[in-house]
């Protein structure tokens, strides 16, 4: 497995403390925080979740979500404190970079307000109320995992409590059967490619496909300021399907540094 170098000091820090819930443990692959405490785990062989792909709301009194992933299969939840010098971004964004690096596919990102009710979060979508905060104090994303055949899904919630104190709330949730093609929404793909100056879809790698074709035009079209290049072995063909679904052609370059699949940079 790798790991962005910039993340081997950081993953020295780690290690079970004294403080944790008997019997808890870390998930593979996500490095904690350093000083956190576990709090809350769960570890479940068979359940069925549902996960936001979309700001969660009360409507009529109902739970809503724009959109959705619904998925069975065994589950491992782990919920941590945080030090008191640290805010639940921070974990958050540590962990995210930590996620990408080892290939994980973000299928929804959101901040703050934009994610919807706190309150909604930690008690209709996670179960635990120690996760409930200001709106403005959340990060929420959900993430197909490149390990096990890219059948397993992880979800990680950060918050900073009005009390300051910080929790970060990470699961996943290995599939009993295939999932299929999951898309991301726009916002988080334009998210991503304003937060590295690039987003790489390695699974991109032959003919432009309608679905996505349409979805990444919607994702540049948020923000018609943007400028980008493209990059890969079937660039070219991309260029011309984002100029068809109305992506303006002055909008769009070719690189010609190939790799696998398709990779999107900001121009500046």
């Avoid at 956190?36 to 996960?51: G, L, N, S, T």
């Avoid at 699974?203 to 996505?212: H, K």
Wanted: one cysteine or more.
């Amino acid at each position: 497995m790798r790991w962005a170098s910039g993340l081997a000091v950081w993953l020295g820090f780690t290690g079970v403390l004294a403080a944790d819930l008997p019997g808890s443990h870390d998930l593979p692959g996500v490095p904690r925080f350093p000083k956190a405490e576990i709090v809350d785990f769960r570890a479940d062989a068979e359940v069925q979740r549902v996960y936001p792909q979309g700001p969660v709301r009360r409507i009529s009194n109902q739970v809503r979500y724009e959109a959705q992933v619904a998925v069975e299969g065994s589950l491992t939840a782990v919920t941590y404190q945080l030090p008191r010098d640290q805010q639940g971004s921070q974990a958050f964004e540590t962990t995210r970079e930590a996620l990408q690096a080892q290939g994980a596919e973000l299928l929804y990102w959101c901040k703050g307000r934009t994610c919807g009710s706190s309150s909604l979060w930690a008690n209709a979508v996670f179960g635990n109320a120690v996760l409930y905060g200001p709106d403005d104090q959340q990060n929420y994303l959900l993430a197909r995992l490149a390990d096990a055949g890219g059948e397993s899904l992880l979800a990680c919630y950060g918050i900073t409590r009005g009390n300051r104190r910080a929790y970060l709330h990470v699961e996943q949730l290995q599939a009993g059967s295939p999932l299929g093609e999951l898309l991301p929404d726009p916002a988080t793909l334009l998210r991503q490619l304003r937060s590295s100056g690039e987003l790489r879809l390695p699974r991109l790698t032959g003919e432009p496909q309608p679905a996505w074709s349409d979805l990444l035009a919607r994702s540049l079209n948020l923000d018609s300021t943007l400028r980008v290049s493209l990059a890969g072995a079937q660039a070219a063909a991309w260029r011309e399907a984002l100029i068809q679904q109305r992506v303006r052609a002055a909008r769009l370059e070719l690189d010609d540094v190939e790799g696998p699949g398709l990779v999107l940079r900001l121009l500046r």
